[in-house]
């Protein structure tokens, strides 16, 4: 096997560590030529859909990269903007700010990037450019609060493959989830707070996370259970009673039994009930994005109003809003702890140019 050199390497390079900063992806245009591509990494993923490989094959290109590609373009068309997709822009946002507390922190030993799991710009290629600027320590940090195989575990698929191809790995901490931190939960409760004090409290706060289907729960997926603890610690944090509150799961597809109860169907629903105002909360988000800007900010409150609510609201996710950097920048510094940067560029190039390599 051919191993991959790291692009720009000398010896005598300064070593640096790495913050990688990653989130699920965006098409890089809202139109069905750029999103067939998407869809076609995205759903190829094992990860995201465990299906027998050659049945799947025929099902995702002969049927839905011929319909989805049209239908999504339109939705992510109605939440483009002048900087692309809100996912692409809040990320690179994130990214930014987490880089310049990084500056102050540790000066120009660590360096900050992003990458998103599918489309660009890609992991390996966004590593590459860390290992060129000398990176030999990397912290990895995907942006799902909840572990689920089918995001957070891909995303560390992505890194061993990247890394499985590669002569000279760089040591390697991951984080696979960050659900019940006490500042995490703050940072939500404060948001919710910030909207009731603007706006009043509703009959209910509704917490919608972005389903998986049933069968991975059973099969030992945590991520059910760490988006419940995540309500329960967050509604604890607010003070709200049990009736208060309410836990769903949005963004299904396809036939099979997914996580309940379905946010839309609760919505649908909820009017019937005497609920008739309702707040919207999704705290598995870390950027606003299609799933909360067009299903839960249009089109859910479409479903609610039209059957009888009066009052419909979403709650921003936490974005780039300072106290949610400052969650990211606590659970990076937890991470780096114990890590320097070595000294020894001199030496080592001097060394190596004795045995008549590359300074």
Request: net charge neutral.
């Amino acid at each position: 096997m051919k191993y991959k050199s790291n692009k720009g390497f000398t010896h005598g390079q300064a070593d640096k560590i790495g913050v990688l900063v990653t989130n699920l992806g965006t098409p890089q245009a809202p139109t069905k030529q750029a999103l067939r591509p998407y869809l076609k990494e995205f759903l190829s993923d094992p990860r995201v859909v465990e299906v027998p490989k050659a049945i799947w094959w025929f099902v995702l290109n002969l049927v839905i990269l011929n319909f989805r590609p049209k239908r999504s373009a339109q939705a992510y068309a109605g939440v483009w903007t002048e900087q692309g997709s809100p996912l692409m822009a809040i990320t690179q946002s994130q990214a930014a700010a987490i880089a310049e507390r990084c500056k102050m922190t540790y000066g120009d030993d660590v360096i900050v990037d992003f990458a998103m799991r599918y489309g660009k710009p890609a992991i390996s290629d966004v590593i590459d450019n860390m290992l060129a600027k000398g990176v030999r320590k990397l912290v990895v940090l995907p942006l799902y609060p909840q572990y689920s195989a089918s995001t957070t575990g891909s995303t560390f698929d992505a890194i061993a493959k990247d890394f499985t191809a590669r002569r000279w790995l760089p040591e390697l901490r991951f984080v696979n989830h960050y659900h019940d931190r006490d500042n995490f939960i703050t940072a939500l409760a404060n948001k919710v707070k910030a909207h009731w004090d603007k706006h009043g409290k509703a009959d209910l706060l509704l917490l919608s996370y972005h389903g998986i289907p049933k069968r991975y729960l059973m099969n030992g997926d945590p991520y059910h259970c760490e988006c419940h603890k995540t309500s329960r610690l967050l509604a604890e944090k607010l003070g709200l009673a049990h009736d208060e509150y309410m836990t769903t799961f949005q963004s299904r597809f396809g036939r099979e039994e997914w996580l309940k109860p379905y946010t839309d169907e609760t919505l649908k629903a909820l009017p019937r009930k005497g609920v008739k105002t309702v707040q919207v909360m999704c705290p598995g988000f870390s950027a606003d994005c299609l799933e909360t800007i067009e299903e839960i900010g249009e089109e859910n409150r479409e479903y609610f109003m039209h059957a009888g609510g009066e009052r419909y609201e979403y709650i921003e996710a936490l974005n780039s809003d300072k106290e949610h950097i400052d969650v990211l920048f606590d659970i990076i510094q937890e991470n780096l702890h114990g890590w320097s940067v070595s000294k020894d560029n001199g030496l080592r190039a001097g060394l190596a140019s004795a045995l008549g390599a590359n300074k």
